[in-house]
T-cell receptor, first 110, second 115 residues
């Protein structure tokens, strides 16, 4: 079983739609969680960290479910500019590098 | 403040040639990383350096060597390039110890083709 698994998509949604991605991780000792965004042929950039209590940043909401070992990202009122690949990222401890999922591709259509 | 810079941006090599990919960061970060990204494979860690003077293997280190020249610079060397090393290479850095709780900042990438 892969350490971090994501549905590769693509998710094709119309502008204004709400879309959600899930990501599962295999190591129950995982400590920190993030969502990164990667535009086509560009470098990944941090979108948001994921906290145990859940957190929101504008149209984006991230949630963590430790019992089921998954994290989610909800995007409300999708914009064309949200089209990108979203990478789920976990760490196991302060002494191990980040582990990246393969990403979920989102296309927002006018 | 340039963040993480990588050179070159593009490179074409013939099988068996060698080259060094350069990476530098100006954020005073302790940790630096080299990844490769292939279609359908996601980001895979090649080598990392938790601090100046240390380097460790990642998931796919074979065929590569690294040097943490100083706190700012972390280079990746291909001694004898192979077509299987055709990929996009990203360098990244983070401020604290290894990753936990610290954001990784990526360079713009080097697109390498080995013929």
């Amino acid at each position: 079983r892969k350490e971090v698994e994501q549905d590769p998509g693509p998710f094709n949604v119309p502008e204004g739609a709400t879309v959600a991605f899930n990501c599962t991780y295999s190591n129950s000792a995982s400590q920190s969680f993030f969502w990164y965004r990667q535009d086509c042929r560009k470098e990944p950039k941090l979108l948001m960290s994921v906290y145990s209590s859940g957190n929101e940043d504008g149209r984006f909401t991230a949630q963590l479910n430790r019992a089921s070992q998954y994290i989610s990202l909800l995007i409300r009122d999708s914009k064309l500019s949200d089209s990108a690949t979203y990478l789920c990222v976990v760490t196991y401890s302060g002494n191990t590098p980040l582990v990246f999922g393969k990403g979920t591709r989102l296309s927002v259509i006018a | 403040n340039a963040g993480v810079t990588q050179t070159p941006k593009f490179q074409v090599l013939k099988t068996g040639q060698s080259m060094t990919l350069q990476c530098a960061q100006d954020m005073n970060h302790n940790s630096m990383y080299w990844y490769r990204q292939d279609p359908g494979m996601g980001l895979r860690l090649i080598y990392y350096s938790a601090s100046e003077g240390t380097t460790d293997k990642g998931e796919v280190p074979n065929g590569y060597n690294v040097s943490r020249l100083n706190k700012r610079e972390f280079s990746l060397r291909l001694e004898s390039a192979a077509p299987s090393q055709t990929s996009v290479y990203f360098c990244a850095s983070s401020g604290g110890g290894l990753a936990g709780g610290y954001t990784q900042y990526f360079g713009p990438g080097t697109r390498l083709t080995v013929l």
